[in-house]
């Protein structure tokens, strides 16, 4: 549910950073980059279980082919995404979800994707200081819209009891 809901919410976001990036460049394109790991923090933190972040991005990209101007190369994009979350949850044995956790992964996981866009987006062209300015501000938007956004937004929807048969509702009993 968390892929197909977040392809459909994601799709506009790409053509919006997409058009920002044609009209100013990486550095303003990269504001709303936290988006696109929201569905693979959110699968991992709600089920709590391996593989959980790369099948959500994967289901999540599906969705997006048809209306993405990325087509199924999107698929790529999304793995980029969701194979450094699931190593980010595998150093804690799918053990921590922490806040902290959530937040310090953002920036780590987002360095495979920059990398990618560094050379498939023609970034390496650029002068250094844009290079550098652009992956501070997407390290800085998924730590906030990828980690901090994903717990907040789980967090929420346990409260409405739609998540009690899940791994999360269980760990919050746990702590009581």
Known sequence: ??????????????????SVEILTGP???????????????????IIRRPGAAVLATLISSLVQVPMNPYGWAVIALSLTNGVPIEIAFLVTRYRK?????????GPLVVIPG???HTAGFGYANLST???IAAGVVAMVSTAILGGWLS??????????GVL???AIAQSQ???I
């Open 114 to 116: 920059f990398i990618r």
């Open 27 to 45: 550095i303003a394109s990269r504001i709303l980059v936290g988006v696109f790991f929201i569905p693979g923090f959110m699968a991992p933190y």
């Open 97 to 105: 979800y922490s806040t902290a956790m959530m937040i310090i992964s």
């Open 151 to 160: 717990k907040v937004l789980s967090d929420a929807l346990l409260k409405t």
């Open 1 to 18: 549910m968390i892929g197909i809901v977040f392809g459909l919410l994601t799709t506009p976001v790409y053509l919006i950073t997409t």
């Open 173 to 175: 009993q746990e702590e």
């Open 129 to 131: 200081v844009v290079v």
């Open 164 to 166: 009690n048969n899940y």
